[in-house]
């Protein structure tokens, strides 16, 4: 209770605040309403959200301001900015100009000390760190792990069943991937200990952040508190092992990769609470994401036969080179070049993270405009993605955009794992895990919706309903579909 009455007061004050500010710049600012205090637009975006209708929203905003805007959103002041100049201020601006933010909620579950919350040298720093491990140089030797972990969760999932709840069972292959790969915790108790606090964290992270007993913003808080001793004890054991093997791979698991990496004076990069709240922010960001990608594509191949028969073709020519248990290789993924431009274009046209915001953190000069200390920023890679003045027929799914000899889209325009010093660390391990998980799935099964168009809401990552559920049927191993799935 005590929580809710500060927020509410702090964002009483906060308001108070800007609204003196925005007196002070009203000639200067951009066009638009910050609407009703507090509130501002944020039920009209979050309405457009559920009804996956958040282009649309975008596109009232600049037919009636332009490219450049406010309205007020989450409590704040907010500059809309959209095209590929926008994203590219937005994306490279230092973080002594535009900070990246989370509200205080988020970070009360994820931890003060995550990659978001940093700027300048800390988030440098840590930053390194991570990509020393999730880097394609160190990820190329874990395709056949992943690959491991892709086929099990087949047998456990697929395998045998009639229907299949898509969105929901992927779910739990990214969970067990970023186990495997990035936490080095093999399959077994200890792994399924973690799933259940994890999944209050991300459900606690995606809430309205009251903090009363039996809301899920306080099982989230409950669930960083018992996650946090179990992820203790996962660093002690992994320091013993380096201590005491001495010559441990220090690329055998991501928190491995951490705790060996030292700065220029053999002191170690990352603090254990750095530690700690990252690997939870690697945890979040690579679970949702992935599992939404492989999602879109699934419904999409149910709904397009030539497309999957062209997948299909791709992955089974790859597939009549290796022995029938063998595990996939990085050279195996080199070869899925369509299955990636049809994951490109998936990207494009129904891109998992659709809106981004930073924090302004000086008076800021942008179009002619200012941007006022303190007001929060927001851009929307779907917006240059749907704009026909960049991808013609924008609505048109369309592969061959990502054909070698197609002429590329502009810098900025296409920014599905966002760009500049904050560009998406885990862009490969998300690619390999696709790659490897539409082989899988195209050599041996085709499926069809069970819902009709398989509807979505953004909450804010996409929810479909039912969890996209498919019927699917096995494919015997010489009879591969030659057109339609059926
Ligand atoms: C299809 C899958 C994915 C998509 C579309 C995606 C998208 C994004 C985007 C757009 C950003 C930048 C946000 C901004 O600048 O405001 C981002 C950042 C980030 N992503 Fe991903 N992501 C994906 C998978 C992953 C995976 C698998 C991991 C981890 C293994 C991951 C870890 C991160 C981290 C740690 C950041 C913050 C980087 C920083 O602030 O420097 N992501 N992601």
């Known amino acids: ?16 605040f800007f609204l003196f ?25 979050l309405k457009a959200m559920k009804a996956n209708k958040v282009e649309e929203w975008f596109q009232e905003g600049i037919t009636k301001h332009g490219p450049i805007w406010k309205t007020g959103l989450f409590g704040y002041p907010t500059v809309v900015l959209h095209g590929p ?29 995550n990659i978001i919350e940093l700027v300048n040298n800390d988030h440098k720093r840590v930053r390194g760190a991570l990509v020393s491990f999730l880097r394609l140089e160190v990820l190329k030797q874990y395709v056949a792990k992943v690959d491991e972990e892709i086929q099990y969760h087949l047998q456990m999932h697929w395998v045998g069943k009639h229907e299949v709840q898509v969105q929901t069972v992927i779910k739990s292959l990214t969970f067990n991937v970023i186990c495997s790969l990035l936490f080095g915790i093999e399959r077994g108790p200890k792994r399924e200990k973690l799933l259940p606090p994890f999944q209050d964290m991300i459900e606690g992270i995606l809430a309205i952040p009251i903090n009363l007993p039996f809301t899920k913003f306080n099982r989230g808080i409950i669930a960083r508190k018992k996650l946090v001793p179990m992820l203790i004890d996962l660093i002690r054991e992994k320091r013993e092992a380096i201590e005491e093997q001495k010559r441990v791979d220090p690329h055998k698991d991501l928190i491995t990769s951490l705790l060996s990496i030292r700065d220029n004076d053999n002191l170690p990069m990352m603090s254990d609470e750095e530690i700690i709240d990252n690997i939870i922010a690697v945890m979040i960001a690579g679970y949702d994401t992935t599992s939404v990608l492989l999602t879109f594509l ?14 299909a073709r791709e992955q089974e020519e790859i597939a009549k080179n290796k022995a029938p248990e063998e595990a996939l290789k990085w050279e195996d993924l080199t070869k899925m070049k369509y299955t990636w431009r049809v994951a490109s274009e998936m990207l494009r046209i129904n891109t998992p993270v659709i809106l981004s915001f930073r924090r302004a953190v000086q008076d800021i000069e942008y179009g002619g405009y200012i941007i006022p200390k303190g007001w929060q920023v927001m851009v929307s890679g779907s917006m240059t993605h749907m704009d026909n003045s960049i991808f013609q027929n924008p609505t048109m799914f369309n592969p061959t955009r990502f054909e070698k000899n197609a002429p590329s889209p502009p810098p900025y325009s296409f920014v599905p794992f966002g760009a500049g010093p904050r560009m998406c ?12 998980m539409m082989h899988r799935l195209v050599t041996q099964f085709t499926w069809v919706l069970l819902d009709k168009d398989g509807p979505f809401k953004r909450i804010p990552m996409p929810e479909f309903d039912n969890g996209l559920l498919v019927r699917i049927m096995p494919i015997k191993a010489t009879s591969m579909p030659s057109e339609a799935i059926m």
């Open 1 to 16: 209770m005590e929580s809710f009455v500060i927020s509410t007061l702090l964002l009483f004050f906060l308001s108070v």
């Open 21 to 45: 500010r925005r007196k002070k710049y009203s000639d200067k600012v951009p066009p638009g309403s910050l609407g009703l205090p507090l509130i501002g637009q944020s039920l009209g975006l």
């Open 85 to 113: 100049a926008a994203n590219k201020f937005f994306y490279t601006c230092d973080g002594s100009v535009l900070r990246s933010t989370q509200p205080p909620s988020i970070s009360r579950i994820v931890g003060s000390k």
């Open 298 to 311: 699934v419904k999409h191949l149910a709904n397009n036969g030539s497309i999957y028969s062209a997948i």
């Open 425 to 436: 660390p885990g862009m490969e391990l998300a690619k390999m895990e696709t790659l490897a």
